[in-house]
């Protein structure tokens, strides 16, 4: 799991660009016929260059390799149970052997429930702390658009030419920034159990 990967699978949401799109809707047309004033935010950039996504880089990759190193050892321990209990096949009857594989067994499959656990949580939290930064960037599109009388905010991903001049990114980045320099990652703890001594 790259830090890269997760961010790009926590682009703006459908619904968070519906927000954007529709944050100067409200302001009235002076006549039927004038067209639309229109805003451009390119959001990929606010999302990849904003001090806030910045500092859950480093937050992301630290718990990653943790994540790994917990993994990792917990294979470790697997392995060696398995070994001891292959060992201890040859000395033990078959109804004390039989108890012990399933003891093993019911071990490893609690090991795997605990990664996929840690996993979502660390998806969980990262999605959570995106979603924080998409919200400040559709409250600073939306005050920018009153400011500036915009009847439309578009994502620029959706728009193919346009003047340079309708593009607001560079300010929503940096009201993003004033607003909220950092974000803090926050996973909860997994609940794990010990592995049990099975082969002991």
């Known amino acids: 799991m790259r830090s890269r990967n997760i961010f790009r699978r926590f682009a703006l949401l459908p619904a968070i660009a519906v927000g954007v799109l529709s944050v100067g809707a409200s302001s009235p047309a002076t006549a039927q016929d004038k067209s639309p004033s229109i805003g451009i935010v390119d959001v990929q950039k606010v999302l990849r260059e904003s001090q806030a996504s910045k500092t859950l880089r480093p937050q992301i990759e630290k718990l990653r390799k943790n994540y790994q190193t917990s993994v990792r050892k917990r294979e470790a321990e697997l392995r060696k149970a398995s070994q001891e209990l292959q060992r201890q096949r040859a000395i033990l009857s078959p109804q004390a052997f039989a108890k012990r ?20 949580q660390l998806d969980n939290a990262y999605g959570k ?11 600073a599109a939306a005050k920018i658009a009153e400011e500036r009388k915009f009847d439309i905010v578009l994502p620029k991903s959706l728009v193919l030419l346009a003047d340079q001049k309708l593009d607001i990114t560079g300010e929503v980045l940096r009201r993003i920034d004033k607003s909220l320099p950092s974000v803090k990652l926050e996973p909860t703890e997994p609940t794990e159990s010990k592995t049990p001594k099975s082969t002991n």
């Open 101 to 120: 594989r399933n003891a093993y067994e019911q071990s490893a499959r609690k090991a795997q429930v605990d990664f996929q656990q840690r996993k979502r």
């Open 129 to 139: 702390a995106m979603r924080t930064i998409q919200q400040s960037l559709v409250v």
